[in-house]
């Protein structure tokens, strides 16, 4: 049995992570279709405009939601791992 000297609560944590990786990969990134029609109108215009900005802007949060979400598995897998490396050296030295 490994020994851990910092205490994880590690199926929390995974838990808490694959819900916010499937909040993060189930967020809508497009606001609202585009208005077409045979008037252009300025309001129109910067009404898709925006939009477009929206959904870019949406789109690169959620890619960094998710790049954030991996760095945060890797960080706590780094963490367990050198927990278990001090514990053995305890061990080892005790």
């Known amino acids: 049995m490994i020994t851990r000297i910092i205490k994880l609560e590690d199926v929390i944590i995974n838990q808490n992570i694959t ?4 909040s993060a990969q189930a967020l809508d990134t497009t606001f609202s279709k585009l208005i077409e029609g045979g008037n252009k109108l300025d309001l129109i215009e910067t ?24 760095s945060t598995e890797e960080s706590i897998d780094k963490l367990i791992e050198t927990d278990q490396m001090v514990a053995n050296d305890i061990r080892l030295h005790t």
């Open 19 to 22: 819900e916010l990786r499937s």
């Open 47 to 70: 009404y898709n405009e925006i939009k477009q900005q929206y959904d870019e802007l949406l789109s690169q949060y959620k890619a960094l939601l998710l790049k954030n979400i991996q």
